[in-house]
Nanobody, 130 residues
């Protein structure tokens, strides 16, 4: 079972940038797909981005502004957020689901469907305000 722990979030002015990180641990980390989600007060949790090997996918609300990456040791996920808007204010979660692959198998892919994800971090508050 993979474990995930987000870094602290923060308060950012509109137009600013912030990077979140998520430490991942456990076995067979390469056989999981990873995602970032967010939940604003009174709203459902929505998918921000996901990654599986070299494939990544972004939600429409953040496309072109957020970038998801992983370090070379593959033990830390990052979410680089830029051009932040008040509408980006939310608790941000990193998450993972079992997504094994094999050489010669289908190309990598991932989903922003939160029901697919089985492991979750505790969340980090990001607030965008003057």
């Amino acid at each position: 079972q993979v474990q995930l722990v987000e870094s602290e979030g923060g308060l950012v002015q509109p137009g600013g940038s912030l990077r979140l990180s998520c430490a991942i641990s456990g076995e067979d980390l390469d056989l999981y797909a990873y995602g970032w989600f967010r939940q604003a007060p009174g709203k459902e949790r929505e998918g921000v981005s996901c990654m599986c090997r070299e494939f990544s996918h972004y939600g429409d609300a953040v496309k072109g502004r957020f970038i998801m990456s992983r370090d070379s040791a593959k033990t830390t996920l990052y979410l680089e957020m830029s051009s932040l808007e008040p509408g980006d204010t939310a608790v941000y979660y990193c998450a993972a689901y079992w997504n094994p692959w094999s050489v010669g198998g289908p190309p990598p892919s991932c989903t922003l469907d939160r029901k697919k994800y089985r492991a979750w971090g505790r969340g980090a508050q990001v607030s965008v305000s003057e």
